[in-house]
């Protein structure tokens, strides 16, 4: 009987296996968060200064994190829709896209102060090119402008098949891989000559929100809501290789290259960790339950960590950024 007992009290206290830690991510660290109801949107890192800049939509801030400090220490209100933002480390400086304003506000790294503000119609994702030092900007009537990150001189504007969602930069080939809407699309742009000079339609699913790429191996990662799927298609061909199914709502993807995984973020409350089985195919290996509306992260592949927003849903949970380093 003592045995039993003694195997009981054992038992009680590993816990349920349901209640294991995730094996391909390890939880670093949790800082929290404030701000309204709602969602988040996209996130930039400062490596050098620990530091994340989140867009808190629901919030109408530009959130500024502390890593090292673990908290909060700047939040830039009246960002109105604030959605994509992205970092110039050389130059110290945040670009922020925001939709409601239709603007891209560019704010000191060091003082917050706003530099400069670029109309453009419901501004969205950002991307910063440190090789050419242009910042890009997707927005309404299905274009994508790029402007110097320094002058802030307007210097392309590049119309797309659709309205433009998540986009990656190739920058050793000159590429970039932009997701469009309606119809689903892929289109590829020369950053030489900056033009449209391929569209990959997708036919296995739609709503193509995120989008990574796997520059070594020439892959083009696109995340659908309709069915919520992972398309893999050939960077140069537009093959649709293979696909995955996924939960729903997803809103960002990042390709871990040197463990061969993909994260996605869902909004349905899950981050799924799909790896590389071989011939081009991947498979759903971890679901760590997250929060509902959780579809934004970034990875960092310098450091192996992986940011991870839950936003408030309620009156009682506040939202939190997780940090995860990548297990092989």
Do not use: W
């Amino acid at each position: 009987m003592r045995r039993l007992l003694l195997l009981a009290a054992m038992l009680a206290a590993v816990g349920p296996a349901s209640a294991e830690e995730p094996k391909t991510l390890k939880l670093e660290q949790t800082i929290p968060l404030t701000g309204k109801p709602g969602r988040f949107d996209h996130l930039a890192l400062d490596a050098k200064g620990k530091r994340l800049f989140v867009a808190n939509l629901s919030n109408d801030s530009l959130d500024i994190v502390d890593l090292k400090a673990g908290k909060v220490v700047k939040q830039l209100t009246g960002q109105k829709k604030a959605q994509g933002v992205a970092f110039a480390p050389a130059l110290n400086r945040i670009y922020q896209g925001n939709g409601t304003d239709g603007v891209c506000n560019v704010f000191d790294g060091s003082t917050f102060k706003l530099l400069h503000s670029l109309k453009l119609p419901d501004a969205d994702n950002v991307r910063f090119d440190a090789t050419s030092g242009l910042v890009y900007v997707g927005h309404a009537e299905a274009m994508l402008t790029a402007f110097d990150a320094k002058t802030y001189a307007v210097k392309y504007e590049i119309k797309l098949p659709g309205a433009p969602e998540s986009f990656q930069i190739d920058a050793g080939r000159k590429r970039m891989y932009v997701n469009c809407l309606k119809p689903g699309t892929v289109a590829v742009i020369d950053l030489e000559k900056h033009e449209v000079i391929a569209k990959y339609p997708l036919t296995k699913a739609d709503a193509n929100y995120p989008l990574a790429l796997d520059i070594e191996g020439k892959r083009v990662f696109v995340g659908c809501r309709k069915p919520a799927k992972v398309v893999i298609l050939d960077a140069d061909t537009g093959k649709e290789v293979s696909n995955a199914d996924i939960p729903a709502d997803i809103d960002d993807l990042f390709y871990d290259a040197k463990r061969k995984r993909l994260y996605a973020s869902c909004g349905e409350g899950t981050l799924a960790v799909l790896q590389d089985k071989g011939s081009g195919k991947f498979k759903i290996v971890e679901n760590i339950p997250t929060r509902k509306l959780a579809r934004t992260c970034l990875f960092d592949a310098g450091t192996d960590r992986l940011f991870v927003i839950l936003p408030r849903t309620d009156d009682k949970t506040p939202p939190e950024l997780r940090i995860y380093r990548s297990q092989d």
